[in-house]
C-alpha cells in the first residue's frame, strides 16, 4: 500500500478515535509466492512503525507480530529474526501479538529469548480456538504451525466429529493457556483469533472461568450451517438427522433453502450419490472390531438393540451413539429390533416441553416445543406385512415403505411434507424445523441401503457375514412411521408388539423349535 493511503487510513483512524494500530507488513496477494513492495510503498513493518511515530507521536499505541515458530529455525537465523522484532520495538513499539501457536513449550522458550535480547514489552499471545478438524489442519498448515503429537493423539480419532473435536479442542487449548497464564512470563491477556466462528472462543472463555457460563438455547433442533446461502434455512427432513453432513453435500447446489416452508415436495433435487462419497466412517479394522463376523439375523438384530441400549458406540447409519432424547425410548427401540425391525433413527412424542428444556429445549426463550412419534427401520417382507395389518387399525398412523428398487408404498393421501417438530414461540408464526416427505425420503433410500451394501464389503467375498447383510439389503425395505398424535408416547410401538407375537408364534410352529430358514439364513425367535 501507498504511503498515501497508509496516511488516509491512520488519518481517518484518530477522526474517528481510533487509539490501537496493529502495523503489518502483510501477505503476497492471492497467487503471489512472494511479497514485493509497491511504488512508494513500505518495504519492512519496522519502517511502518517510524513512519506512524515520526506523524503522529504518541496518539496511538502500536503492535507489531511475534512468532514463536520462530524457534524452530536455525540458531543464527531464529536470533537474527529476535535482532529484528527488537529494532521494531525500539521505533516505538507498544505491545506484541503473536501469530496462533499450539506448543506452549515453544511459546514459552520464544518469551524468555526475547526477554533475554531485551524486548521489555508487554506480549499478548495469540490463541486460534479449534473449531474443526479440517479447519485446524488448514490453519495450521498454512501458518506453518507446529501441532503437538498429544493434539494429533487425542484428536484425530474423532476427526470425523465436528463437535467432540470442538469438545476436546476446547479442553488442550485451555489447558494451554492455564500454563501460560500461571507462567512467570508476565502475560497478562489473551487474544483469540475468532474467524467469525464465536462459539469455540465462547466455550473455550468459559472453560477459563473468564466468563460466566450460560446455558444456551438452540435456535433449532438441528446444527444450522454459517455458509452464507444457509443461514436463513429452517427445515430439513429428518431422514439425515445422524448423517449432517451428506445432506449438506447433497443440497449444496440448490439456489435456495427451505426457509419457513418446505415447499413443493417435487422440487429440491438431490446430488447422486456418486458425487459425494457415501461410505462408512469407520476404519475396516474398527469396523469389524464394532461389528464382529455376524453370521445370522440374531447377530444383526443384537447388534441393532445393543446400540439403541448404548452398549455399541456406532451402526453404519449413525457414528455417534444415540441421542439424549433417544434415552427416552432406548428399551423400546432395543425390543423392536430383538423383533426383527432393525431401526436406524428415531424421536420420540413431546407434547409441549419448554424450549429451555434441557433434552428436547430450541428456538427463543418462554416458547413450547412438540414431536410426533417417529421410527424408521428395515424389515423383511413377512414381518412387514404382518406389521402394517396393524398400522392400518390406528388412523393416526402414516408411514412410507420402499425397497432398494425404489417401489414405493404409503398411506398418506397427502403430497405435501409432515412436520414432525414444530415450536410455538411469543411473537412469532410456528416454526416446523423437521419434516417427512416422498421424494427426501427416496433420496434417503438411495444411501441408507447403499451405507448397508458398504457394510457387507467391510467382509471377504461370499463371506457368510457378506451374504447376510447383502441378503438383508436386497430384500428387506425401508420403513418410516409417524403417529400423529403427540400426546401419547407409546402408541406408536404398539403395531409393532402386535406384528411381533404374530411372527414369533408363526415361527415357532415352523419347525416347533423357533427356527425359521429365509433365504438360506437361521432366523432365531422372530429375528
Not at 398412523?397 to 415450536?423: C, F, M
Amino acid at each position: 500500500m501507498p504511503k498515501e493511503k497508509v496516511d488516509i487510513a491512520l488519518q481517518d483512524a484518530k477522526a474517528h478515535g481510533c487509539r490501537n494500530i496493529l502495523a503489518l507488513r502483510g501477505d503476497p496477494p492471492m497467487g503471489q509466492d512472494n511479497w514485493e513492495a509497491v511504488e512508494g510503498g513500505f518495504i519492512h513493518g519496522i519502517d511502518l512503525v517510524r513512519h506512524i511515530r515520526k506523524n503522529y507521536g504518541d496518539y496511538f499505541d502500536i503492535a507489531v507480530a511475534g512468532f514463536p515458530q520462530h524457534m524452530t529455525l536455525p540458531e543464527a537465523e531464529r536470533d537474527q529474526e529476535i535482532q529484528w522484532l527488537k529494532e521494531k520495538v525500539d521505533e516505538g513499539v507498544n505491545f506484541i501479538f503473536t501469530q496462533m501457536f499450539y506448543d506452549v513449550d515453544m511459546f514459552i522458550s520464544w518469551v524468555r529469548a526475547i526477554r533475554a535480547a531485551g524486548i521489555t514489552v508487554p506480549i499478548v499471545p495469540g490463541i486460534n480456538p479449534i473449531q474443526t478438524w479440517n479447519g485446524f489442519q488448514k490453519a495450521t498448515r498454512l501458518s506453518q504451525t507446529t501441532i503437538p503429537r498429544s493434539y494429533l493423539d487425542i484428536l484425530e480419532p474423532v476427526k470425523n466429529d465436528d463437535e467432540k473435536v470442538r469438545e476436546l479442542g476446547v479442553k488442550l487449548v485451555a489447558d494451554m493457556c492455564r500454563k501460560i497464564l500461571d507462567s512467570d512470563l508476565g502475560v497478562k491477556g489473551l487474544h483469540f483469533y475468532t474467524m467469525n466462528l464465536e462459539r469455540g472462543t465462547k466455550m473455550l472463555l468459559e472453560e477459563l472461568n473468564l466468563v460466566p457460563r450460560i446455558e444456551t438455547i438452540k435456535p433449532l433442533p438441528w446444527r444450522q450451517c454459517l455458509t452464507p446461502t444457509r443461514r436463513q434455512e429452517t427445515i430439513r427432513p429428518i431422514f439425515w438427522a445422524n448423517r449432517t453432513k451428506s445432506y449438506i453435500s447433497r443440497t449444496e447446489n440448490w439456489d435456495e433453502y427451505p426457509n419457513g416452508r418446505f415447499g413443493d415436495s417435487r422440487s429440491p433435487a438431490y446430488g447422486e450419490l456418486d458425487g459425494y462419497g457415501v461410505s462408512i466412517h469407520q476404519t475396516r479394522d474398527s469396523a469389524l472390531k464394532l461389528w464382529g463376523h455376524p453370521t445370522t439375523l440374531s447377530d444383526i438384530t443384537t447388534l441393532f438393540a445393543n446400540f439403541c441400549s448404548g452398549t455399541l458406540a456406532a451402526l453404519p447409519w449413525s457414528d455417534q451413539v444415540p441421542s439424549n432424547e433417544t434415552g427416552i425410548i432406548a428399551n423400546q427401540l432395543a425390543r423392536m429390533n430383538k423383533l426383527g425391525f432393525l431401526t436406524i433413527n428415531s424421536q420420540p412424542a413431546v407434547n409441549g416441553a419448554r424450549s429451555d428444556d434441557k433434552m428436547f429445549g430450541w428456538g427463543p426463550a418462554n416458547g413450547y416445543v412438540y414431536q410426533k412419534a417417529y421410527l424408521e427401520f428395515f424389515v423383511s417382507p413377512d414381518l412387514l406385512k404382518l406389521l402394517l395389518k396393524h398400522i392400518e387399525r390406528d388412523n393416526n398412523i402414516t408411514y412410507y415403505v420402499i425397497n432398494k428398487r425404489g417401489d414405493l408404498q404409503t398411506n398418506t393421501h397427502s403430497e405435501g411434507p409432515n412436520a414432525v417438530t414444530w415450536g410455538v414461540f411469543p411473537g412469532k408464526e410456528i416454526i416446523q424445523p423437521t419434516i417427512v416427505e416422498a421424494l427426501s425420503f427416496m433420496a434417503w433410500k438411495d444411501e441408507a441401503f447403499e451405507l448397508g451394501s458398504q457394510w457387507a464389503k467391510l467382509y471377504d467375498h461370499d463371506s457368510p457375514s457378506q451374504k447376510l447383510i447383502e441378503g438383508i439389503m436386497d430384500s428387506y425395505s425401508l420403513v418410516n412411521v409417524v403417529h400423529n398424535d403427540f400426546h401419547s408416547s407409546d402408541r406408536i410401538f404398539e403395531p409393532f408388539w402386535k406384528a411381533g407375537a404374530e411372527w414369533e408364534a408363526s415361527q415357532t410352529s415352523v419347525n416347533g423349535n423357533g427356527h425359521a430358514h429365509v433365504n438360506g439364513h437361521t432366523l432365531v425367535n422372530g429375528a
